[in-house]
Nanobody, 127 residues
Framework: QVHLVESGGGLVQAGGSLRLSCAAS????????MGWFRQAPGKEREFVAA????????YSADSVKGRFTIARDNAKNTVYLQMNSLKPEDTAVYYC????????????????????WGQGTQVTVSS
């Protein structure tokens, strides 16, 4: 089992940057593929980005491609989401998620594929 805690959210102007962090408990962090999702008020939770257990494979949603970057540091049990060129439509609660990976290239992109979730961190982008 893994416990996830997000941090780094806040209020930023359009065009600005934020870096989200997700710290995981446990000694088997490197066995989990990790993902970031977001949920805006009145909308369903949507995929943002994911990274394989080794960090060698990543995938991002088209809406954030070229602006957001996912990375992980297995020595620190942490996954990051660097968000640049933020837009008001990026405003949402951002969640980190973990899924036990069957192979080193596995990248789950659907909510239903993840077993563990953090409590979320609010990101608000003002225009």
């Amino acid at each position: 089992q893994v416990h996830l805690v997000e941090s780094g959210g806040g209020l930023v102007q359009a065009g600005g940057s934020l870096r989200l962090s997700c710290a995981a408990s446990g000694r088997t962090f490197s066995s989990y593929a990790m993902g970031w999702f977001r949920q805006a008020p009145g909308k369903e939770r949507e995929f943002v980005a994911a990274i394989s257990l080794s960090g060698g494979n990543t995938y991002s949603a088209d809406s954030v491609k070229g602006r957001f970057t996912i990375a992980r540091d297995n020595a620190k049990n942490t996954v990051y989401l660097q968000m640049n060129s933020l837009k008001p439509e990026d405003t949402a609660v951002y969640y980190c998620a973990a899924e036990l990976a069957g192979n080193s290239w596995y990248i789950p992109v659907y909510v239903r594929e993840y077993d563990y979730w953090g409590q979320g961190t609010q990101v608000t982008v003002s225009s």
